[in-house]
């Protein structure tokens, strides 16, 4: 059995959990990653890694992987050439990889499906997941729906008011959806308690984690299921232009959709790297999401990396308009790509993204994620910087369907 | 300062379990947890873990989080962590810090080693800190003179066990059942085989924690542990109160109740 011509993912594209930063042991991207966890985790936690490993370097693994990315999230997603947007980026020609085409409308898809072969692999019958936004939520109970597996999310009761409709969706699908109401009620909270679930059930649960923050090897998995996105995009620019791209932009909350396009750049020198966190009411308001370019080094859901804490070691609140992003810890991996210099990362306001947002739609008829309108945002200003002879990449992670409802509030539509 | 190595080596004179406390610093108000910890003594435990609040308590329960969530409304801070452990140990009782690993590697782990140990605490229990993540805490605690702990899971592979119990001074935490904190119906089949599994790998002695919260638990747990673990089941009485004479007065009547079945 081999790798069909023309597949879109081979074996070279899964790294390996363990891979990643200067890996001087399994989990670690310089000083950070590891596992900060309940010994009882640790069994369920070298499970997982083992049989991923193990996966990996199976074609029967790859090729199901594969045939689940064509027919069932819709992959290859297109990159669309934005020109009437980048008038206002300076003229700089700017290339969006298309997430928000796949099916359940954000990146999400990608890692589910991985992660929920995996599963099956592993002999459980039950997925657990936390969401913010409710996209990896929809994403988990959509895959469960398709492989038959039980399925419980757990989202901040806060959360689940802003995403009403992505709760609604989740129900659909068969999932129970569990508000959680502890806490500042978000995604940090919905995390604690899907943990609670998995050391409660760890028999008969794999814990879907959504995002490439959490203990080793969930970084490195999520990434590496995630990981299609670059790898896609880095062709496709490649043969549109002829050359690869001179910055490549993601928005950056846990930074699952931020390390999947980029991370197939890493070795390509020549490419900047930029990420950008949600600035919420600004940076000298204290509401925001800037675990990066604001927090410090501490230890937060399993990893050491970024964290908003305060000077006791607490975790401070974030704020964001976009659930997705309202996250106060981020992924290893991008704490290791900001101390190595290999990335940077930047605040953007929740004004410059709606601006961004709205300015999407009315250019190109293109209603982005307000996730995804952090990295437009971000992207405009790079633009203006780069100059016109720039090729600017943006990870359009999501669709902004389920942002409807704010968008009304906040443009009085 | 009344030290773990002490306390255990007194019950076993007695042939005995040691009968272990846990109450979070700052519920239900700091001098209130000081009060209540000092009545627990009195009344019969051995061993008092002053829980170190923070925000994020991925192991515990909703008793110990509502407990948690309250000490932290009330601005509590490891300078009153810090003074809880102080007027605890006066009471005689071994005194350890419980904490999730963040607040010490925010504070500085010498520093919190320093600073316990001149609190007159005797050691820390780290939940969610791995042997693997463990170097620069055992150092610091070494250096110090402070003792630490460390859990076992029934879902540890021998492996785990001996290089969890490896890094323990003091006592190992064998946690009875798979799951968070807080009392329960029945404590944990796995409990006594995970204590049998333990005692060739460790050179001190095993106590058991999660899930219990009655007298005839706490016997249970004592036919085959060294000590046994409680603190749901106080912070339960304390919220249940109407006010803070009936709650001490409450805790006072549950520790008798353990330590009488510590000693059946």
Same mark, same amino acid.
């Given at each position: ?108 898809? &990608? ?5 929920? =072969? ?27 729906? =398709? ?25 659909? =699908? ?26 409660? &059930? ?54 699952? &959709? ?123 200003? =790079? ?11 943006? &990870? ?18 | ?62 008793? *110990? ?59 820390? *229990? ?43 001074? @003091? ?39 999660? @899930?219990? @919260? ?51």
């Amino acid at each position: 059995m081999s790798i069909s011509e023309g597949t879109l993912i081979t074996p070279a594209d899964f790294t390996g959990a363990g891979s990643g930063g200067d890996v001087s042991e399994r989990g670690k991207f310089g000083v950070f990653g590891g596992r900060y966890v309940p010994e009882a985790l640790i069994p369920a936690l070298d499970e997982v890694a083992a049989e991923y490993e193990k996966a990996r370097t199976d074609l029967a693994f790859i090729r199901e992987f594969d045939h689940l990315l064509r027919t069932y999230a819709g992959r290859p997603t297109t990159i669309t050439e934005v020109p009437r947007f980048a008038e206002q980026a300076g003229g700089a020609r700017m290339l969006l990889k298309r997430e928000d085409l796949t099916h359940t409308g954000a990146h999400k898809i &990608n890692n589910v499906l991985g992660q929920a =072969l995996l599963t099956k692999r592993l002999g459980k019958s039950r997925v657990i997941a936390e969401t913010g936004a409710g996209q990896h939520g929809v994403a988990t109970a959509t895959a469960a729906a =398709l492989m038959g597996l039980e399925c419980v999310i757990y989202m901040g009761a806060v959360d689940c008011e802003r995403q009403a409709l992505n709760v609604a969706r989740m129900k659909l =699908l068969g999932a129970r959806v569990v508000p959680v109401t502890n806490g500042s009620q978000t995604l940090k909270d919905a995390i604690n308690e899907a943990f609670r679930d998995w050391v409660t &059930n760890v028999d008969s649960t794999h814990y879907l984690f959504g995002t490439v923050a959490g203990p080793y090897p969930f970084p490195g998995i999520v990434r590496d299921f995630a990981r299609i996105i670059g790898v896609e995009a880095r062709r496709q620019v490649l043969e549109l232009t002829g050359k690869l791209p001179d910055a490549v932009c993601a928005a950056v909350g846990g930074g699952s &959709n931020a390390i999947g396009i980029m991370h197939v750049f890493i070795e390509d020198e020549g490419v900047q790297l930029h990420g950008y966190e949600a600035g919420g009411r600004g940076a000298e308001t204290g509401e925001h999401a800037l675990t990066l370019t604001q927090g410090s080094i501490g230890v937060l859901h399993g990893s050491r990396t970024y964290v908003l804490q305060d000077d006791e070691g607490q975790t401070i609140e974030s704020h964001s308009i976009s659930a997705g992003l309202d996250y106060p810890g981020v992924g290893p991996e991008h704490a290791w790509l900001k101390d190595s210099g290999r990335a940077t990362y930047h605040g953007i306001t929740d004004a410059e993204a709606m601006d961004a947002f709205a300015l999407l739609a009315r250019t190109e008829g293109i209603i982005p994620a307000i996730e995804s309108s952090h990295a437009l945002a971000g992207a405009l200003k =790079l633009g203006r910087d780069l100059g016109p002879d720039a090729t600017i990449l943006v &990870n359009l992670s999501g669709r902004g369907d389920k942002d409807m409802g704010t968008a009304m509030k906040y443009f009085n539509l | 300062m009344t030290t773990l190595a002490t306390v255990f080596e007194k019950a076993r004179a007695e042939n005995r379990a040691a009968l272990v406390g846990y109450l979070p610093a700052g519920f239900p108000t700091i001098d209130g947890a000081i009060a209540a910890a000092t009545a627990m003594v009195e009344a019969g435990c051995d061993v008092i873990e002053i829980g170190l609040p923070y925000s994020d308590p991925l192991m515990d329960g909703p008793t *110990i989080q509502d407990a948690v969530h309250r000490a932290l409304e009330n601005g509590t801070r490891i300078a009153d962590v810090m003074r809880t452990v102080e007027g605890v140990a006066k009471s005689g009782a071994a005194t350890l810090v419980m904490t999730y690993w963040n607040p010490i590697d925010r504070y500085g782990a010498e520093r919190f080693a320093r600073d316990l140990a001149d609190a007159g605490g005797v050691g820390t *229990i780290t939940p969610d800190l791995t042997p693997e993540e463990a170097g620069p805490w055992r150092e610091a605690s070494a250096s110090a003179g402070i003792d630490t702990v460390f859990l076992v899971a029934p879902s540890s592979t021998e492996e785990r066990i001996a290089i969890v119990t490896e890094c323990c001074t @003091g006592f190992v935490y064998a946690a009875s059942l798979m799951g968070v904190t807080g009392a329960r119906e029945s404590v944990g089949a796995a409990a006594a085989g995970l204590v049998e599994r333990t005692r060739p790998h460790a050179k001190v002695p095993v106590c058991v924690g999660l @899930g219990v @919260g009655t007298g005839a638990q706490a016997a249970e747990v004592a036919a085959y542990a060294d000590g046994v673990i409680v603190g749901s089941a106080f912070i339960r009485r304390l919220l249940d109160a109407p006010n803070e004479q009936e709650g001490l007065r409450a805790v006072r009547e549950l520790a008798a109740e353990l330590a009488e079945g510590v000693r059946r």
